[in-house]
């Protein structure tokens, strides 16, 4: 079976921080995607990465960046932390052939004060 | 624009019966994918069922069914003889463009409550 490991299930950040958010897979997937869950909006994607080195932004780019220098870990930061990004933060992976369905980590829930 | 629209907030069903959830979806690719996801209240998200634009017949799985109507653009789910494990947040999402490196765009949910 798939794992997608998301580091921390809980998190609590102060205003301004630099937050890192990590994510590793171990089935060797090119496509690793970062979405934040809030309720009402669904899930919407921040940036997705096809290969090492390579990120595309998603929908909410915004006051985010990630970093891919290893194909089985996907990093998402938070450069300066700030309350409206407070959320429930997945992590996904998934092959690059065809429509293939998207693997899940268990999820970070951020709370920034 | 939003390409995954789902305009069920919250739907009840009784034990036992079927419930359809409804996704309507927006693409000008020929070629794309469509999924259902279940996130129950422990967060996790499952990966139910899936419908390529080219197939022909409606995708099955167990008890899960995808009511795949192409020209209406939509995509229900439908969920036979319900129970109370089926009680969760269900999903719908699409990936487009079969040979690009695509990502996948979910719907805002539907929150299933089954009553017994």
């Known amino acids: 079976d798939v794992k997608v490991t998301q580091s921390s299930r809980y998190l609590v950040k102060r205003t301004g921080e630099k937050v890192f958010l990590e994510c590793v897979q171990d089935m060797d997937h090119e496509n690793m995607f970062w979405y934040r869950q809030d309720p009402g909006l669904g899930l919407r994607l921040i940036y997705f990465s096809y290969d090492v080195k390579m990120k595309e932004k998603g929908d909410i780019p915004e006051g985010y960046s990630v970093s891919r220098e290893k194909k089985e870990r996907f990093s998402l930061i938070l450069e300066s932390a700030s309350t409206n990004q407070t959320s429930m933060y997945l992590c996904a992976s998934s092959i690059t052939t065809g429509f293939s369905p998207l693997h899940f980590g268990n999820g970070t829930r951020l709370t920034v004060t | 624009a939003q390409k995954i629209t789902q305009t069920q907030p919250g739907m009840f069903v009784q034990e036992k019966e079927a419930v359809t959830l409804d996704c309507t979806y927006d693409?000008?690719?020929?070629?794309?994918?469509l999924f259902w996801y279940k996130q129950p209240s422990s967060g996790e998200m499952i990966f139910l069922i899936y419908?390529?634009?080219?197939?022909?017949q409606n995708a099955t799985e167990g008890r899960y069914s995808l009511n795949f109507q192409k020209a209406r653009k939509s995509a229900n789910l439908v969920i036979s003889a319900s129970q109370l494990g089926d009680s969760a947040m269900y999903f719908c999402?699409?990936?487009?463009?079969?040979?690009?490196?695509?990502?996948?765009?979910f719907g805002a949910g539907t929150r299933l409550t089954v009553k017994p």
């Open positions: 693409t000008s690719d020929q070629s794309y994918g």
């Open positions: 419908q390529g634009s080219y197939d022909e």
């Open positions: 999402a699409m990936r487009e463009g079969f040979y690009n490196n695509n990502d996948m765009r």
